[in-house]
């Protein structure tokens, strides 16, 4: 009691009018709430001056080892039992509700003006890794490694990739020239038996040792640079993120483990296929395999 609520009132026997009020609760703040439908009263007080029957009204969730009741828009009284301590915690959620939507209109306002990518509100993991359709322009064997190939990679950019992929024990450059194929293009340039790569080719194989692999195979008539679009189920297939965010976040990492190929040999992301706008991608020869 006694405190201010701005373009309110005092918070002490007061009446307020088609007010929503959301109020924390921790320990002896503890809050309950019930209505009275025919007065549509809310009374807020300590769990102990109301009956457990009164309580069977509020919604309460746990948040970090705090609840929430959160009353609905309507008239209200709230009474002078309305404890200090509630009343301090019900100011401060509101006052943090108010920041976190303040904070969030002056990040939508930064990713226009600047042109950063940031995650999106409900973003699919998968669709901050960049996956492009590319075609491989020329090929050679590494200087110094047997196991690796040196490919250069059209995706649309004018110039094509340098990307190196240890991938020599399966094919020959001869064999990989012309084939279209699927790039990850927003990992960081690294350098690679000492040659910088940018990107990496994906491929598909079968999981056993000296087993088989397969390069991943875009549809003839996608066209190069196309981004590869993976829809998942009540998640947006958002921007990708930079390359810097991918190496710091370790955002590749987190989607690796669930890339592979289905029954089939349709690449998916779990069981959500990659598709481009001539039909999905493909490692044919490697079903149920792993993709990397």
Known sequence: PGFSVPGVGRASGMAVSKVCVLVAMSGAAAISATSSFLGRTFVLGSRRAIAPAARSAATTSAAGGAGLVAVASTSATMPSSFTGAATVAGLCAVAALSRERRLAARMTGLRRSSGVVARQ???????????????????????????????????????????????????????????????????????????????????????????????????????????????VPDEEHGDAAAPNRVGKKKLFEKVAPHLCTDADGTVCYMEHPFMTSAGPCTAKTIVKGIVS
């Open 121 to 231: 509100a409900g973003q699919s993991d998968v669709s901050q890794i960049d996956f492009r359709v590319g075609e491989i322009v020329s090929c050679e064997s590494h200087p110094d490694s047997d196991k690796l190939l040196v490919e250069q990679i059209d995706v649309g950019e004018g110039e094509p990739r340098t990307i190196c992929s240890g991938i020599a024990r399966w094919f020959s450059p001869d064999q990989l020239v012309g084939r279209r194929c699927v790039v990850v293009a927003n990992l960081k340039e690294r350098k690679i038996g000492g040659i910088p790569s940018n990107g990496m080719l994906l491929c598909a194989q079968d999981g056993k040792e000296d087993g088989e692999l397969d390069v991943v195979t875009a549809p003839a008539d996608a066209a190069v640079g196309e981004r590869v679009v993976i829809e």
